[in-house]
């Protein structure tokens, strides 16, 4: 079964940058497996970041940033802001229409 | 704006199937390049790709689920919808519908439904 994982937390100060990253269980994430990033605040539903590795969905300030880090997919928040305080989950296109989430990042700003 | 609305019961007894739809408004539910899909997050858990259909009725599931899981289309009405059968607890969860696009990208989510798998 494949897993992604991720940083179970991060703390990030106000005006800073915290880079969350998505591992495969086994093998490196490419740009193949399309990688997207998801913000999500307790009880609503998640929101699209990040698509294609590095497209910024609509409306997404140009603080986040994604990428491919070594074998990882990586996702940068620079000069956080308070309401940046979200999980944060990525996926993987795993071919044949499967997608896996990755286990999420609660980002802590203060 | 697209916007995605789940509908159905909210607890399920055990063993039985659950059943949701997605109904789809501001915008049409054949626009080329959108599949509609599922995906559900188990109460203080992450989130669980279940299934995506394309309109023309295409389907691909998660592996784990794909025993017990439909997924189908009504273009006349601009929905989906989704049934699990022999349900458990662990299928207690929040079940979102959403749009996939070409990249990889869940754009846009239904608010969510919670259904409960209880006697």
């Known amino acids: 079964q494949t897993v992604l994982t991720q940083e179970p937390s991060f703390s990030v100060s106000p005006g800073g940058a915290v880079t969350l990253t998505c591992g495969l269980s086994s093998g490196s994430v490419s740009t193949n497996h399309y990688p997207s990033w998801y913000q999500q605040t307790p009880g609503q539903a998640p929101r699209s970041l990040i698509y294609n590795t590095n497209i910024r969905s609509s409306g997404v300030p140009d603080r986040f940033s994604g990428s491919i880090l070594g074998n990882k997919a990586a996702l940068t928040i620079s000069g956080a802001q308070a309401d940046d305080e979200s999980d944060y989950f990525c996926?993987?296109?795993?071919?044949?229409?499967?997608?896996?989430f990755g286990t999420g990042t609660t980002v802590t700003v203060l | 704006q697209l916007q995605l609305q789940e509908s159905g019961p909210g607890l399920v007894r055990p063993s039985e199937t659950l059943s949701l739809t997605c109904t789809v408004s501001?915008?049409?539910?054949?626009?080329?390049?959108?599949?509609w899909s599922w995906v559900r997050q188990p109460p203080g858990k992450g989130l669980e790709y279940i299934e995506t259909?394309?309109?023309?009725?295409?389907?691909y599931y998660n592996p784990s689920l794909k025993s017990r899981v439909a997924i189908s289309v009504d273009t006349s009405k601009n929905q989906f919808s989704l049934k699990l059968t022999s349900v458990t607890a662990a299928d207690t969860a929040v079940y979102y519908c959403?749009?996939?696009?070409?990249?990889?990208?869940?754009?846009?989510w239904g608010r969510g439904a919670l259904v409960t798998v209880s006697s």
């Open positions: 501001g915008g049409s539910i054949t626009n080329s390049g959108s599949y």
């Open positions: 959403a749009r996939l696009i070409t990249g990889g990208c869940f754009d846009y």
């Open positions: 259909i394309s309109y023309s009725g295409n389907t």
């Open positions: 996926a993987l296109s795993m071919g044949s229409g499967m997608y896996v």
